[in-house]
């Protein structure tokens, strides 16, 4: 895949700095408590009969993309991204102003039916996507046509494991983008970096 043209770069700056939002000054969100079976609510997340066709149309007529998250009890990194990313009021602006989100089990037993319309308990899902650990986070972006086909080969990314701050927000902002159809994540979070610095904003690449 190409670097940045410069026009396209261009572009894509003008989306950055929007999507970053207003210096973060925000107090950090209450820290999420955990439901009966050892996930982190967040009640953001999508409610959902757990038809995945059905999902993503839902956030496609709402001009959003659907990510699907794989977590289980017990998972230190799992935790980390509920108490730290995801209590960043900047980030969740952002992440639900864009898309959906579907909370998956590893280990769970709730039937979900899949776009090419098998229906399978979460466990069996998550082998059949090759969803080994957690979290595990796969992106369909909005102009995606899932449908006849199982809902991870339309996926635009995959996040797996957990990814600091930075990293996190700006995946999505990749999706949303649409840098992803020709541009490299590196290459995309060096830009966004950059254009973050030169907009006076502070950027933790690692703590």
């Not at 899932?146 to 809902?151: E, Q």
Request: proline share 7%; charged share 25%.
């Amino acid at each position: 895949m190409p670097r940045f043209a410069p026009v396209r770069l261009a572009a894509l700056l003008t989306f950055l700095l929007a999507a970053a939002g207003p210096a973060h000054t925000d107090a950090l969100l209450p820290e999420p408590e955990l439901g009966d079976n050892g996930l982190h609510v967040q009640d953001w997340f999508l409610q959902s009969f757990l038809d995945i066709g059905d999902d993503f149309a839902t956030a496609q007529d709402a001009g959003k993309g659907l990510v699907i998250v794989f977590e289980q009890s017990g998972c230190p990194y799992c935790r980390e991204m509920h108490r730290v990313n995801l209590r960043d009021p900047e980030i969740v602006r952002h992440i639900s102003d864009n898309f959906d989100v579907l909370q998956l089990d590893l280990r769970g037993s709730r039937a979900v039916t899949d776009t090419d319309g098998e229906e399978l308990p979460e466990r069996d899902l998550a082998r059949k996507w090759g969803v080994v650990f957690t979290p595990t986070l796969i992106f369909v972006p909005r102009e995606a046509d899932p449908n006849g086909k199982p809902a991870k080969q339309a996926a635009a990314a995959v996040m797996p494991g957990y990814f600091k701050p930075f990293h996190f927000a700006s995946m999505f902002a990749y999706v949303a983008s649409g840098a992803y159809r020709d541009h490299h994540f590196q290459d995309f979070i060096t830009a966004r970096a950059d254009a973050l610095r030169k907009d006076g904003k502070e950027v933790t690449i690692w703590d």
